[in-house]
């Protein structure tokens, strides 16, 4: 399973990278995408729409089940990742790159620090394997 | 041994030693004692096969079947269409209708091409982009589109025209009882839904308009102008409509609708008190994820061999639970099946056809009647194969003197509708023989 | 071998109808349409004889496995023999022709029909009275929640929205209650597989609408202690649902209403061996305790006795109380013709033989095969039992691959991955028709699969290998679906 060290992570495995301007993007992690198999459908939010942390904002559907995401910080999405409309096999593909789902201005640019890093989102995640 | 159970009495016996029982009641040692029967049920001593046919041929003949044994000019939501012979014979071969829903795709390629092939034609008639597999029946399928018009539009209001078959609208009614949701009545005081009351009720609460084309009366709708209105607002436009009528008219698709629901009764299926008859439900591919019910997909098996699944099933009942979008499991799979061969049957141009038959009678029969001294026209407009007219005697009085004589004549509309009561409602299809309508204009016209 | 689309046959031009010509003075449509509403392109329906459309649907049915085909073991199904006379008696002109509007006098043996099969159906499963107005099993549990509803906001007691429903159940249950815009709560099941009377307890209170409940549950298990669970529900003020679609164990043996249900709905497609036409027509009847029939879907079928006319059937449209209606006219009538010929024939006997040899079928079985497969909850089952695959823990066989290898043994898979809270579950309902050696090869043949599993697992992840197509791309058929036909143009 792939950890890229530069994000933070939540225990719903949620990835959430912090861009230049503040702003982050969220997405799945390969975990994720690998327990949910192949994803067939991404329900993404509306642009505008508001969500606090811990709030579903997306739905994945893979043929046989359905999970939602749950916001790792609260805050407004500004930006959804509208190639997964037409190609939902980008989050199983590249859940970090191509695969992302939004991009939300936070209403605390420090929440994300209470996330997981790396190393403790592996170690968690070795946790629930065991 | 009754009940269709094979096992002998060595049977039995070795089956119960072989899972460590005496008897059959060892098997039932979790039922608690005090619950289990203590004596045979109430019912009727068991009949042979010989007795029970016996036995439902003679409650078949308590009936007197409108569609045998007399003239029926009855419709309001079932009808008296021909079925042909090819319809109920396919139908019964037992390889379909002893399957169960076509979970294993691998070996219900039958069912499941069916009923690609039976969406394929909703789709065709409708003017839409997807249909699903069926709904129960045109009430329900009407329903839940209002429903799901809600949910994807996030409103809580329906406006539904009061030209919509009132039974349909006593289901919708109940089917939002639980929901924050209301309905509210468009009125059709001229036998079709009032655009100036539909545009001022258009708020921005609305989440669906819902329409019958052609409507309850008959008469046909002005669909386009409806859809216009619809469209303009941020609700979505159900139309529910007669599949035997768009064999002549415009496909709700392509006046705006974005749900369109129906009862498939009439093609392929008899009358039968009501039931089963199939609900159709087809909408533009933007809802395609948001529609209740099972749909069949196209895909390949793995040598790349075309092959048909279930598919979209995150949005069902077994997978997304309390978040799906509606409860229903079974449908009215056989029932499609019978409706998608009549409509091979007629085809292109057969369907056309029987729509034109249709018209042409229902359009005669009317002339006819109201030609006669003490029949009134009720509303103006083109209707399809129903009419409303007027006699100057009660509804009631005039169809038992036409029962005496061979005929069931229209359904009393006070029934429904206390301020149409007087009117009745005609059903005119191609198995009314001019004869038979001829027969009808006579006996209206010395029933004063 | 990949069968054309019907519409991939015959040729433009061609009908198979032979309809009649005109008998009435035509006007061209084009004069009696409004303007804006005529077709202008004619809808694509196929253009073929009908020999080429017998010949379609006789080779497209041959595709099809059915219970006229051989062993249909799919649990929480009871896909039990159909008989035939049955069939016969609901294609009676008498019965097929019968419009909903017609005069009730003429609709005497219908009306008789439907008002002794709603008695029978008390009896059967002890509720005082019937609706048969829902046309499948989620129809009526929609219609059994609506009742409990009405029933509750009569009471005043708008609070409660909660549904219980354990986490063994089917989804048509919180589906439903959703439906209702109830919140579904779900209740544990104990470590035997029934409910957890300690998290039953717990959650039932002022907020609780109603418990909805399968007994005997999917895990083919009759909870000993239903008693005690409907007690709860009602102490704490809600009532209890009984989703019957396991009758077919109890028959003549114990009945919901004496378990305690205030509401029922029964399967007559399951139940009382209807065909499951492809997945329908079915009809799912509800049934109520006195307290609660007011709120039944009108209209109910009565009867008047008059001593000069004997007895008159007629419908009683009156019922302020009630829910309303939920389908149009009167149900699924035509399946109603079916269940009624099946208790006529059968008899109190023959129903209370018919399930328990569903239940000696289904243990029979279940000991069959406990040497190969793992069964989590190892105790006498009802008509169905549950089974967690192979106990070799051979991992790379799943049971999704179990289940195609059987097509090749010529048998339709049980149901697999329900309920839910069975790893890899494989459910399996025998039903009462089935022979003695039927199910003894049924046995041989899973028993053959897991040697499969072991020595040759590709022969068994490969599978199927003898049906018409392979395993099918799910897959792609969710992310680009293709639903329709469309002529390349």
């Given at each position: ?130 | ?155 809580n209001k329906i406006l539904v025209s009061a030209a919509l078959h009132p039974e349909y609208r006593q289901v919708l009614n109940t089917y939002t009882a639980g929901l924050s949701v209301t309905v509210e009545e468009i009125p059709a005081p001229q036998g079709r839904t009032a655009l100036e009351t539909l545009e001022r009720n258009l708020g921005p609460d609305v989440g669906c308009v819902v329409v019958q084309n052609p409507n309850f009366f008959g008469i046909i709708e002005d669909g386009p102008i409806l859809g216009e209105v619809v469209n303009q607002s941020k609700a979505l436009f159900l139309v529910c409509a007669d599949p035997v009528s768009l064999g002549l008219l415009k496909p ?197 | ?489």
């Amino acid at each position: 399973m792939q950890v890229p060290d530069d994000l933070k992570y939540s225990k719903e495995h949620e990835w959430v990278r912090t861009k230049a301007d503040g702003a982050v993007t969220v997405g799945i992690t390969d975990y994720a995408q690998d327990a949910m198999g192949d994803i067939v459908f991404v329900e993404l939010p509306r642009i505008g729409d508001s969500f606090a942390a811990g709030e579903p904002f997306c739905t994945l559907e893979s043929v046989k089940a359905v999970s939602e995401c749950y916001m790792p910080a609260g805050g407004k999405i500004t930006a959804v990742n509208e190639s997964l409309l037409d190609s939902p096999e980008l989050v199983n593909q590249d859940p970090y790159g191509a695969g992302w789902l939004v991009e939300v201005e936070l209403d605390d640019a420090a929440e994300p620090a209470a996330l997981m890093i790396a190393a403790e989102y592996a170690q968690y995640l070795a946790s629930l394997t065991e | 041994m009754a009940g269709f159970v094979p096992h002998t009495d060595a049977d039995r016996a070795a089956m119960l030693k072989a899972v460590g029982a005496d008897r059959m009641d060892d098997l039932f040692r979790d039922v608690p004692g005090d619950m289990l029967l203590q004596q045979p049920l109430d019912l009727p001593a068991p009949l042979s096969e010989m007795e029970l046919a016996t036995h439902m041929r003679l409650l078949a003949a308590q009936n007197k079947p409108a569609a045998e044994e007399y003239s029926c000019f009855l419709g309001a939501g079932t009808y008296d269409h021909y079925v042909p012979s090819v319809v109920q014979h396919l139908v019964q071969r037992s390889e379909f209708y002893t399957a169960y829903t076509p979970y294993q795709p691998e070996i219900s390629q039958g069912t499941l091409q069916a009923v690609f092939e039976f969406q394929s034609m909703i789709c065709e008639l409708t003017g839409m982009e997807a249909a699903n597999a069926s709904m129960y029946d045109g009430a329900t399928a009407t329903a839940e589109g209002a429903v799901m018009a809600c949910r994807v539009t996030g409103k809580n209001k329906i406006l539904v025209s009061a030209a919509l078959h009132p039974e349909y609208r006593q289901v919708l009614n109940t089917y939002t009882a639980g929901l924050s949701v209301t309905v509210e009545e468009i009125p059709a005081p001229q036998g079709r839904t009032a655009l100036e009351t539909l545009e001022r009720n258009l708020g921005p609460d609305v989440g669906c308009v819902v329409v019958q084309n052609p409507n309850f009366f008959g008469i046909i709708e002005d669909g386009p102008i409806l859809g216009e209105v619809v469209n303009q607002s941020k609700a979505l436009f159900l139309v529910c409509a007669d599949p035997v009528s768009l064999g002549l008219l415009k496909p709700p698709g392509e006046y705006g609708a974005d749900i369109v629901t129906g009862d498939a009764q009439a093609m392929g299926n008899s009358m039968f008190y009501g039931g089963p008859h199939v609900g159709f439900f087809a909408v533009t591919g933007r809802y395609v994820r948001k529609m209740p019910g099972r749909v069949v997909g196209r895909t390949t098996d793995g040598e790349g061999k075309r092959g048909f699944v279930l598919t979209l099933q995150a949005r069902e009942q077994h997978i997304r639970r309390e978040k799906a979008t509606s409860n229903i499991c079974s449908n009215q799979a056989l029932c499609a099946l019978a409706a998608t061969i009549h409509l091979s049957y007629l085809g292109k141009n057969g369907l056309k056809k029987l729509a034109e038959l249709c018209l042409a009678k229902a359009r005669y029969a009317y002339q006819q009647l109201v030609r006669l001294d003490g029949v009134e026209p009720v509303f103006e407009g083109s209707f399809f194969k129903e009419f409303v007219i007027k006699p100057r005697l009660s509804p009631a009085k005039v169809n038992s003197y036409l029962l005496e004589h061979g005929i069931i004549g229209g359904l009393d509309l006070g029934r429904f509708y206390p301020e149409l009561s007087g009117g009745m409602l005609f059903c005119v299809t191609e198995t009314r023989s001019r004869q038979e309508i001829d027969c009808l204009v006579g006996r209206m016209g010395v029933c004063k | 071998m990949t069968k054309p689309l019907i519409f991939e046959l015959g040729s433009p031009g061609r009908t198979a109808a032979g309809l009649p010509e005109p008998d009435v003075p035509v006007t061209k449509p084009e004069e009696l349409l409004p303007f804006g509403m005529r077709r202008e392109r004619q809808a694509e329906l196929p253009e073929v004889s009908e020999v080429d459309l017998v010949r379609h649907y006789t080779r497209l049915s041959s595709l099809n496995y059915g219970v006229d085909t051989g062993f249909y073991p799919l649990g929480s199904c009871t896909m039990k023999y159909n008989p035939k006379v049955n069939e016969a008696a609901a294609s009676l002109p008498g019965f097929t022709g019968l419009h909903p509007y017609q005069p009730e006098e003429l609709s005497q043996g219908a009306l008789k029909l439907m008002y002794r099969l709603e008695r029978y159906l008390g009896e059967i499963a002890g509720m005082d009275r019937f609706t048969l107005q829902p046309a499948a099993g989620a129809h009526g549990e929609l219609t059994g929640l609506l009742i409990i509803r009405a029933y509750h906001v009569q009471n005043g007691e708008t609070q409660r929205n909660k549904v219980l429903v354990p986490d063994s159940a089917h989804g048509t249950n919180p589906a439903t209650a959703a439906m209702c815009g109830y919140e579904t709560v779900q209740v544990k099941s104990n470590s035997r597989g029934g409910v957890d009377l300690d998290d039953l307890w717990r959650l039932a209170g002022a907020d609780t609408a109603a418990i909805m409940l399968t007994n005997p549950n999917t895990l083919g298990i009759f909870d000993e202690n239903i008693k005690q669970i409907t007690d709860i529900v009602h102490e704490a003020g809600g009532l209890a649902y009984c989703d019957g679609a396991n009758t077919n164990a109890i028959m003549g043996k114990v009945r919901p209403g004496d378990m305690g249900f205030d509401v029922v709905h029964l399967n007559l497609h399951k139940t009382f061996a209807t065909p499951h036409g492809g997945g329908g027509p079915g009809s799912g009847p509800v049934g109520v305790k006195d307290f609660l029939t007011p709120f039944l879907p009108r209209p109910l079928v009565e009867c008047r006795v008059d001593e000069e006319a004997g007895k008159t059937y007629y419908l009683d449209h009156r019922g302020g109380q009630s829910i309303g209606r939920v389908k149009a006219f009167y149900g699924n009538f035509g399946v109603m013709v079916k269940a009624y010929a099946y208790i006529r024939m059968l008899g109190a006997a023959g129903l209370t033989e018919a399930s328990e040899h569903a239940v000696l079928n289904a243990n029979y079985l279940k000991e069959k095969l406990r040497e190969t497969y793992v069964l989590p909850y190892d105790r006498t089952c009802m008509h169905e039992f549950v089974l967690s695959p192979l106990k070799s823990g051979e991992r790379k066989v799943r049971t999704l691959d179990l289940a195609k290898r059987l097509m090749d043994y010529g048998y339709h898979p049980p149901t697999i991955y329900f309920p839910l809270i069975v790893e890899e579950a494989l459910m399996i309902e025998p039903t009462e028709t089935e022979s003695k050696e039927t199910l003894d090869g049924f046995a041989a043949a899973l028993r053959q699969i897991a040697r499969e599993a072991l020595e040759q697992p590709e022969t068994v992840t490969g599978a199927p290998h003898r049906t018409p197509v392979k395993r099918l791309d799910e897959v792609t058929a969710a992310r680009k679906p293709v639903l329709r036909y469309q002529r390349q143009s």
